[in-house]
């Protein structure tokens, strides 16, 4: 078994070299984090590069709703732990019984939706756009926004804390991705443009306290990134592109407020991965306040038919080593 443990190591450096862009030593570098460099305009306001314009906003209002889940609750993707190297570490997150289970849809008991992005599409000018920090950090096998909360990481079932995997993050294209690796073992940063399914950035994250990434950029009317491990498929986070300040990511309960709009009418989206993004128009009048809710169906959602295996062809004995798990990482398939 450990003989099958080694080959499946080399698999993976293998893959991640041919199919993981031209070379895992190509295309990063280590970064420092910079901010849009501000122009100054007329009217004394200033523009970020994709031309928003940062003014007073007078009389503006505001957009407060929810974003809801109805339909069956798609059950957690499973990932075989005996696929991917260093198994006997990411195995802390796993079921104990050999799998890891990535839950991509946290629902309250009201069907509010966490992660969600709700954004106001086509604002020119409004309130100041600070920069967007994509930074992200690779521990416990898992890549989180640096800067998520640990009320949004872990939470309570009956007396047992279990930990929340933070899904989703809200990127500006041409900036700098960052992750840094917290783990004993190496990872690989792979950022793909999900729509046209093509690689934008791959970076190895070898045991190290340096910071590695580099710059991503879209194409035009792209919004969808994801970042995945190079070898290790479990671990994902996903990015939603926006381009003025008057967005909002739910938080548990589904709930969401975007403030100090202009007045006037706006197409707003709603977008979570896995699912079409649904898009709304609305008015905000002067000083005014709109509810707005948006509706998912979790039956219309789609799953890669070798993901449907139950047993994935591998007999439950197979390196015993790989089982168990550790505290609040276990994760069981109810969750």
Partial sequence: MKNLNLISTALFFLGVTIFGGSSCSLGYKEVEVKGYEEVEVKGNGKVEEKGYEEVEVK???????????????????????????????????????????LKEFNVSTGGG????????????????????????????????????????????????????????????????????????IIHNGQVFQKERGNIVLNFPLPISDKTYGGTVHFDKGKRIAQMICGMHEFMQTWGWMVDNPYYAKT???????IDELPPGTYKVTAWHPHIKPVVKEVTVPPNGKVSLNFGFDGDAVERPHYETQEKFRIAPDAMPEL???????CVKDEH
């Avoid at 872990?154 to 783990?183: M, R, W």
Wanted: aromatic share 8%.
């Fill in 323 to 329: 089982h168990g798990c550790e505290g609040p990482f």
């Fill in 251 to 257: 938080k548990k309960g589904g709930g969401f407020t």
């Fill in 113 to 184: 939706l966490q992660d969600a992005v709700v954004s106001v599409q086509e604002v020119k000018r409004g309130k100041p756009f600070p920069d967007i920090k994509n930074d992200f950090i690779a521990v416990d096998c898992m890549f989180h926004p640096a800067d998520v909360p640990e009320d949004e990481q872990y939470e309570f079932h009956g007396e047992k804390l279990t930990h929340v995997h933070p899904l989703v993050g809200v990127i500006k294209n041409d900036q700098v991705v960052t992750a840094i690796n917290k783990d004993p």
């Fill in 59 to 101: 009389n503006g209002g505001s957009i407060t709703g929810k974003v809801v889940l109805s339909g069956s609750i798609p059950e957690p993707r499973v990932f075989p732990i005996i696929l991917y190297p260093f198994g006997t570490f990411c195995k802390k997150i796993s079921n104990g019984q050999g799998h890891i289970l």
